[in-house]
């Protein structure tokens, strides 16, 4: 079977029918969207019939059955986007103005850090989602038949693999949340 394959098989095993499968562009660009109901897969998954493409397509999958059944975490994030959307396109400039005139207008350099701070939530919220996401695509997988004893747990390293990515940032987001915290604190005190 071929990543959109399995795609629509597990759509439909869970009963949902009002969601779109499309190829899209790029590599590593497979993501669901909620707002528009679409699983989007790259050339490679749609296409692919090994089990990387299946296990990335099960997965996105598993945002849709998310969606689809008010996962709470997912609608945490959601909820967060229009925040993090507006809060990615000023944090730079604003920390960065706000590192030159620490000694003026320390405020803005708080401001900045309130900003960075809600990324550094959404990248936190996000983890739950993208590891319930594959436990889901890794369980159906199997229960589907559509992987075995062996295909199932190469399924599952790779998508362990691409979780250690969102980990890997929302550390990395709150190492830095943290480092901005001491310049502020360290001005402070002076």
């Known amino acids: 079977m071929t990543g959109r394959d399995v795609a629509e098989k597990m759509l439909h095993d869970h009963d949902i029918y009002d969601v779109q499968i499309t190829c899209i562009e790029g590599e590593l660009t497979d993501h669901y969207n909620p707002e528009t109901k679409t699983v989007n897969l790259s050339k490679e998954v749609y296409h692919g019939a090994n089990v990387a493409a299946v296990a990335v397509a099960a997965h996105e999958c598993g945002h849709a059955v998310q969606h689809a ?41 708080l401001i900045g850090i309130c900003l960075f701070a809600a990324t550094t939530l959404f990248s936190f919220i996000t983890l739950p989602v993208e590891v319930n996401a594959s436990q889901r695509a890794v369980n159906w997988l199997r229960e589907a038949g559509i992987t075995d004893n062996e295909t199932t747990e190469m399924a599952s390293d790779a998508l362990h693999s691409a979780a250690y990515t969102y980990v890997v940032a929302a550390l990395s987001s709150l190492a830095t949340l943290v480092y901005y915290i001491l310049i502020f604190l360290g001005n402070s005190r002076r």
């Open 69 to 109: 059944t008010a996962y709470a975490p997912l609608k945490m994030r959601s909820a967060l986007v229009p925040v993090v959307s507006f809060s990615s396109k000023w944090m730079s400039w604003i920390l960065l103005i706000g590192m030159m005139t620490l000694h003026v207008f320390p405020q803005l350099m």
